[in-house]
């Protein structure tokens, strides 16, 4: 057996092999990125089936549960960490996008329930894709640019599959060309460019901190159109003002986190807690000269219990292991 695969090697069988298996999951890792292509394009006609039954300022309410959708996501899927004032900041954040983008019309132009659940499933479906981008973008596999070209290939027929429900003769140049101009051409460029950003974030930062950034982007955009396009609402309304402290307060306490902008005796994070609980027990440990070990970038926390059993003292804890204390009862002995 050993001289077979001795033989095997020098004729490059192990070899191939190995690059067939490299060569599967290279094509498995490439057909994964299909379901965020498929998901972003049924996203985007629920979106549209969603805004054909609702008003402008339901769609852009309903719109923004698309934020806190993706960070339970991103807990669920990801074991991403979100501490409470976090979810504070996104809250407010949401809030104040539905703020900026009401316009006060609610007169329904369709089936408000229909609008609703589209409205409500694209924004899970945006949620899920977002996450599911983030995890295969964050993978050595591919870079950026490969998975950018990967994901607009499936996309791209996916788009093509829905766009074929309605006859061949829209594939047709004169039909599906119609309408553009440089102005277009112009904005697909842009787009593109948005794309690159978007897996750059995904890549760097997560699913999350784009949510944050595209809600800060809604309030520069109602800014620009007031300003360049005399359109969009009015700067000087309480509306529109309280919306855009809203989205900048919740982006800046997401981005810093409460404890940087002052609020960190209104609120604690659970790590806070364990790294205060972690100091007491280092005092109380070196007091009975019990061995101390604690990691610089988690929050727990180890005393040797061999080292406390000889010294008689008790170790207690809670279940969630957030609290623990070392009784000195027997310290005064030592």
Known sequence: ASAIGRACARSGITCCCNGCRGTCKEQRSTAL???????????NYLYFLGGSNLSVTMYQVAKQTAIPATAVISVVCLGKHVDAGRWIALLVLTAGVAIVTLHGDTVVSGNLTVGLSCVLVAS???AFASVFTEAMIKSERCTIWERNLQLSVFGTLSGCICLGTNGMACFEPDVFFSGYGWQ???L?????????????????????????AKA????????LSRVVFSEGPSLDTMQFQVGTIAVVFGATAYSLGFDKLGFRCCLKSEEQDSRQNAGAIKVSAEVIGTSWEHGDDTTEMTVLLEDCDKEGVSLEGDE???????????SAQV
């Open 33 to 43: 990125m299909g379901i965020p292509g498929v998901i972003y394009a049924a996203q």
């Open 124 to 126: 899970v479906c945006s």
């Open 184 to 186: 277009v051409w112009a």
């Open 188 to 212: 697909v460029f842009i787009q593109s460019l948005g794309g690159l950003l978007t897996a750059t974030v995904l890549k760097y930062a997560d699913s999350v901190m784009k949510c944050v």
């Open 216 to 223: 800060t982007a809604v309030v520069a955009a109602a800014t």
């Open 320 to 330: 969630h292991a957030t609290e623990l204390s070392v009784s000195l009862t027997a």
